[in-house]
Structures are given as structure tokens and as C-alpha cells.
Nanobody, 117 residues
Framework: VQLQASGGGLVQAGGSLRLSCAAS????????MGWFRQAPGKEREFVSA????????FFADSVKGRFTISRDNAKNTVYLQMNSLKPEDTAVYYC???????????WGQGTQVTVSS
């Protein structure tokens, strides 16, 4: 499975960005697709995830109410809509796939999100 993330950029505080992550490779039917982020000097942290079947979504407390996650199964793509962005959202954002509920096995290359104050 290969993951291609896109949509990052520079935005002012209060602005919005939409990240996309397209998966390619073998037959794709994972348990979860998720987004993580890593800010300079910090550990990578969970942001959001979505079940590939059904409607379950998950969010870190820090982004609840501001970020939404969605998917397009036909395109093997997951989206992260980020609204009301804050400078503390600045990070490299990575998408990841969990084929089973055990762990995330596949990771994208990351896309930089920079929020200016």
C-alpha cells in the first residue's frame, strides 16, 4: 500500500485547509485510515481516524469541533478538513493505514501545515 498525502500549505490563524491522502496498491479494505502530526521537537501525535466501513470517526481533543474527517471509498482517499486553524496546529501531517485494529502499518510521506499568527 502506498499513501500520497497532499493539501498542506501556509495559512493564517483562523483559516482552513483540506488534506487528502490517496491510497494505491493491492486491494484496499483497511480497518482504519488516520492522520497524525509531528511538530518540531515534539512526538508524533494522533489527530483523527475513520473506519473504512461504517461511520465511526475519532478525534484528538485538541482538534474536536475544528477538524472533520471523511473518506471516498471509490477513490481510496481520506480527507481531513481543518478549520479554525491555530498556530499550534503547525506540524507535518501524516496519513496512515491500519489494515487491522492492531496498529498502523503503512505511512504516507507527510505534508507540511504551517499556521501563522
Amino acid at each position: 500500500v502506498q499513501l500520497q498525502a497532499s493539501g498542506g500549505g501556509l495559512v493564517q490563524a483562523g483559516g482552513s485547509l483540506r488534506l487528502s491522502c490517496a491510497a494505491s496498491g493491492r486491494t484496499f479494505n483497511p480497518y482504519l485510515m488516520g492522520w497524525f502530526r509531528q511538530a518540531p521537537g515534539k512526538e508524533r501525535e494522533f489527530v483523527s481516524a475513520i473506519r473504512w466501513s461504517g461511520s465511526n470517526t475519532f478525534f484528538a481533543d485538541s482538534v474536536k469541533g475544528r477538524f472533520t474527517i471523511s473518506r471516498d471509498n471509490a477513490k481510496n482517499t481520506v480527507y481531513l478538513q481543518m478549520n479554525s486553524l491555530k498556530p499550534e496546529d503547525t506540524a507535518v501531517y501524516y496519513c496512515a493505514v491500519a489494515p487491522t485494529m492492531t496498529k498502523y502499518d503503512y505511512w504516507g510521506q507527510g505534508t507540511q501545515v504551517t499556521v501563522s499568527s
